[in-house]
Every structure is written in C-alpha cells, then in structure tokens.
C-alpha cells in the first residue's frame, strides 16, 4: 500500500485521474477512428523534441508539442493526397523522427537521464506544471468532445456521405489529430514517449472488445484508466520499478482476461442454430 500522504504519490493519483478523463473522451475515438498507430507515432516523433529540450533550455512539453503537431500536419497532408497507403506513410515518417532523434542524441547533443524518463515515464516523478497541463488537456477534450461528437461520429461511419451532410469533415479529422497530440504530448511525462498508447489506447481497446454503446465505452475506459493507473502506482512503489512499464504489464493482462471474456460472452449470446 503506498503512502497516501507522500506528495509525489498524491501527484501520481492525480496525474492518472486526469488522464483516465482523456483517455475516456479521446482514446475512444482514437479505438473507433483506428488511429492507435498514429498514437503511438506521434509519441515516437516527439523524441527530437525531448532530446533538443534540455540543451536548448526550453520546455520539453513545448518542443515535443511542436513535434507532435509538426508530425501530424506533414502526415495529414500526405493521407489526403491519396498518393502513398496511410499506414505506410505513418511508417516512414515513424522511421524518419526516429533517425533524426538518435542523431541528436548520440552525434550531436549528450542525452541525460532526463531523456530517457521522458521515454519511458514516471507516474511519481511529477510536477505541478504537469498536472496543471493535464488538467487543461482534459478540459480541452471534454470541450472538442462536446462540440465535435456528431462529426467525429459521422466522419468514423462514412465521409462521403457526411460531406454530402454539410459537414465539414477535413476540418474535424484536423482538429481530432491535434487533440490527439496534445495528449499525446501530456501524457510522456507519466507514461513516456514509447508508452502513450497504453494510456490513450489500450484501455479503450479493451472496453471495445465488449461493443458498448459510445458514452458506456467512455465512461468505461475512464473507470479502466484510472483503476490501472492507481494500481500501478502502488505496485510500482512497493516493487521500486517504473510506472509505466508496470502499467503496459498490467494493461496487457487486462486485455487478455477481457478478449477471453467477451468471446466467451459473444458464444453464449449467438443462438445455437446460428452456431451450427
């Protein structure tokens, strides 16, 4: 049992409620948008940005958010010209942040350690500035969620036909992208860079697998996020090992008792003449 009264772990609770909000409201649309590759891309791509941040002086929120937004922009823009496979495209950009960053890290800039704690996180290493920033990022999520649900929804189910509606649904997949970013980017210091996703998407994955309506799925991945995360936090501190790795662990065992589960559930809801 952690110490409740420990600052860094009433910082880590915190952080881990604020995140499950995100991660309730976004990572469902990035489950039913399938852009779990563009998640994790997008935390890879900030590497650049964490290595440049310490010599520079500057914020390593700022710059991988420059990163973030940059990445997201170029691949918007090569996805609408139909020239090159989405999937494809994420993947050569991925590869690219990636060379670039290890080039700064090893030829040009000496990388900390502080670095590598933004690669892979620290759910009791955190600030203020931190939950402040996340706390911003939730209430901007519930604000684009608000606002933008019906487009989200109708742009996921067919395009064409929503475009054919009057909706403007280049600019809501714009918007979706960077929301996405940012939280990608609120989201290293707890998790790290290499492990956004299993905030922003695995816990929506698993939700998924169950087929709820969207607000049950919502409100489901937030009460998902924030039990993993707390329990992370205490095996963490009683095991002194790293919270994010312990959540990815916990994440993946979650998921697969729940793919057991609900195919479990999905047998015995299929009428037998159906099955046979």
């Avoid at 090159?84 to 991925?94: K, S, V």
């Avoid at 502080?114 to 209430?139: E, H, K, M, N, Y």
């Avoid at 924030?226 to 992370?232: K, N, R």
Wanted: with cysteine; aromatic share 6%; hydrophobic share 55%.
């Amino acid at each position: 049992m952690p110490d409740l009264a420990a600052p860094y772990i009433q910082r880590g609770l915190a952080e881990v409620l604020l995140l499950a909000v995100i991660a309730g409201v976004l990572g469902t649309w990035i489950v039913l948008r399938r852009l779990p590759f563009y998640t994790h891309a997008i935390g890879t791509a900030t590497f650049p940005g964490l290595v440049v941040a310490g010599p520079w002086g500057v914020p390593a929120q700022l710059t991988a958010l420059v990163c973030a937004v940059g990445f997201g922009g170029v691949l918007e823009r090569v996805q609408r010209s139909r020239r090159i496979d989405p999937d494809a495209a994420i993947g050569l950009l991925l590869v690219g942040a990636l060379a670039v960053g290890v080039i700064l890290a090893s030829d040009v800039y000496e990388s900390g350690a502080g670095v590598d704690r933004l690669l892979f996180g620290s759910l009791i290493a955190l600030t203020p500035l931190d939950l402040w920033l996340t706390g911003a990022a939730a209430a901007a999520a519930l604000i684009c969620d608000r606002l933008m649900h019906r487009s989200w929804l109708a742009t996921g189910f067919d395009a064409d036909t929503a475009r054919a509606g009057g909706i403007r649904t280049a600019w809501a997949d714009r918007l979706l992208l960077v929301a996405v970013a940012v939280a990608v980017v609120v989201a290293i210091d707890a998790v790290g860079a290499l492990l956004v996703t299993v905030v922003l998407t695995v816990p929506a994955a698993t939700v998924r697998l169950f087929e709820p309506g969207l607000r049950t799925q919502q409100l489901a991945t937030f009460a998902l996020t924030a039990v993993e995360g707390v329990l992370a936090i205490g095996l963490a501190d009683g095991f002194n090992v790293g919270p994010g790795p312990t959540l990815a662990v916990l994440g993946a065992i979650v998921y697969g008792g729940a793919a057991l589960a609900a195919k479990q559930v999905r047998h015995v809801a299929t009428p037998k003449s159906v099955t046979a």
